[in-house]
T-cell receptor, first 114, second 110 residues
């Protein structure tokens, strides 16, 4: 079974530029999460999707961050415009069903904003 | 509100010995769970073990066991017979809002 795929693995941009990250969850997983992990900290949940609907985006900085999950499969997370403090690893995770709590994570995208 | 606290920024353990990583939590939910994840230098979060608040026995998964003390609100991870490959960051987390602690960096010494 293929795991959660994320791309790119690394991205370097300058502040005020835009960037997008892509995630392909494990096949059949209805729930998808995006996390931000700043160096030295634990992951922070940004947004949770159930199929193609948003369940929780309370910690998503909506003035610059946006996310979508068209057709309930792949998802993209966008930052526009980026700030220095957005430098972090962006992790995508998926979960098979409401009854199963275990999340499966991708390898993440490491973003450096200069 | 939920909160996870990991007070050990770093730990060392000798190969083949056991080590305990601490985690305390706070929640007002009557039913909850606790996870532990491992994050090696490659960056991917790897699920290790899960404990539900109403589980009668402490969870075990191979060399990993969870010392769950509900009254103390602690869910410590015990790794037995440490291996060099266990060197990584370890995170305690709670589902629902998926709150993670700040992690403990474990280094296994040969």
């Amino acid at each position: 079974e293929a795991g959660v795929a994320q791309s790119p693995r690394y991205k370097i941009i300058e502040k005020r530029q835009s960037v997008a990250f892509w995630c392909n969850p494990i096949s059949g997983h209805a729930t998808l999460y995006w996390y931000q992990q700043i160096l030295g900290q634990g992951p922070k949940l940004l947004i949770q999707f159930q199929n193609n609907g948003v369940v929780d985006d309370s910690q998503l900085p909506k003035d610059r961050f946006s996310a979508e999950r068209l057709k309930g499969v792949d998802s993209t997370l966008k930052i526009q415009p980026a700030k220095l403090e957005d430098s972090a690893v962006y992790l995508c995770a998926s979960r098979p069903s409401r009854g199963a709590h275990i999340q499966y994570f991708g390898a993440g995208t490491r973003l450096s904003v200069l | 509100a939920q909160k996870i606290t990991q007070t050990q920024p770093g730990m060392f353990v000798q190969e083949k010995e056991a080590v305990t990583l601490d985690c305390t939590y706070d929640t007002s939910d009557p039913s909850y769970g606790l996870f532990w994840y491992k994050q090696p230098s490659s960056g991917e979060m790897i699920f290790l073990i899960y404990q539900g608040s109403y589980d009668q026995q402490n969870a075990t998964e191979g060399r990993y066991s969870l010392n769950f003390q509900k009254a103390r609100k602690s869910a410590n991870l015990v790794i037995s017979a440490s291996q060099l490959g266990d060197s990584a960051m370890y995170f305690c987390a709670m589902p629902g809002r998926y709150i993670f602690g700040t992690g403990t960096r474990l280094k296994v010494l040969a």
